[in-house]
């Protein structure tokens, strides 16, 4: 083992070195010895330093201060006095070892769950009023008193049997980034909207649901099934417009080819008409 040599008063006070010795019989009960790593005092590296345990003559302490080190040598002594518990393989160990036994003991591992949060969407004040017909030209009308829609060819002079639609339009900072913009589709001067249901072992239905709660907000998942009325719509060009289910991704609104059937939910790229014109627009 090499020679340490003890400073005078005046180098230990030009430094700003501080030393103590512990005795064997406290040999683990101190937070960990912090040695010169030469014999040559170097004040210009005030934190250059090596570890050395000596289980005859016990362990001494030595470190100095510097100005602008301080928060280092704050974090060596937190990291030593976590490793206090531990007993080195060896009386001499040096850098690799000191930084084993921190890799081992003192790194904590801390695992993070990641919460999905709701996406909820808030209601603005963008409503716009309008007829929808497919591109093709059939208007979406009542059909009696069924609770679905119908898309028919009206002749001149039957536009009054149009649905006129009341879409309300919703923001929302928590939901997947996409370029659709959530929407509601009511009709004008009821308390009826369109609504994607699901249904359990079958494809998804679209019917006219009965609402009298608040639609100020909707979240993801609401007991109240208000989340079923809730659709991207996309407007792709001049005048196209898709609407997909926010419950049902991947089911968009859609009619037959043929006259006089019921819309429908569907995928895309099938048989159905997914393509949609707004008309009679009036914004309110």
């Not at 040096?94 to 003991?105: H, I, S, T």
């Not at 829609?149 to 928590?174: C, E, I, N």
């Not at 359990?200 to 009965?210: D, Q, R």
Request: charged share 25%; hydrophobic share 35%.
């Amino acid at each position: 083992m090499r020679k340490q040599r003890n400073l005078t008063s005046s180098e230990m006070m030009a430094c700003g070195q501080y030393e103590v010795t512990i005795a064997p019989k406290n040999l683990w009960e101190t937070d960990g010895a912090v040695y010169s790593d030469s014999d040559e005092m170097d004040c210009s590296d005030p934190l250059a330093m090596s570890y050395r345990c000596d289980m005859h003559e016990g362990i001494r302490l030595e470190m100095w201060t510097s100005q602008h080190k301080m928060k280092q040598l704050v974090n060596v002594i937190i990291a030593l006095n976590r490793m206090k518990h531990i007993k080195p393989q060896s009386t001499e160990f040096g850098e690799k070892e000191v930084l084993d036994m921190l890799m081992a003991n003192v790194i904590q591992e801390r695992e993070v769950n990641v919460v999905d949060s709701v996406p909820s969407y808030t209601k603005t004040k963008n409503v716009l009023q309008c007829t929808i017909c497919d591109q093709y030209k059939k208007s979406l009308v009542r059909s009696g008193g069924s609770p679905h829609l119908q898309a028919v060819t009206l002749r001149a002079g039957s536009s009054d049997l149009k649905v006129r639609f009341s879409m309300s339009t919703y923001a929302s900072p928590s939901a997947p980034a996409t370029s659709a913009q959530p929407v509601c589709l009511g009709i004008s001067k009821s308390n009826l909207y369109l609504a994607c249901s699901p249904a359990e072992g079958s494809a998804p239905h679209l019917v006219l649901k009965e609402i009298s709660g608040s639609l100020e907000t909707i979240k993801a998942g609401d007991p109240n099934g208000y989340d079923q009325l809730l659709f991207f719509r996309k407007e792709t060009g001049s005048s196209i417009n898709t609407f997909e289910s926010v419950k049902c991704p991947g089911w968009f609104i859609s009619t037959a080819y043929e006259d006089s059937q019921m819309v429908e939910m569907d995928r895309k790229d099938t048989e159905r008409i997914i393509n949609f014109e707004l008309q009679d627009k009036v914004r309110i």
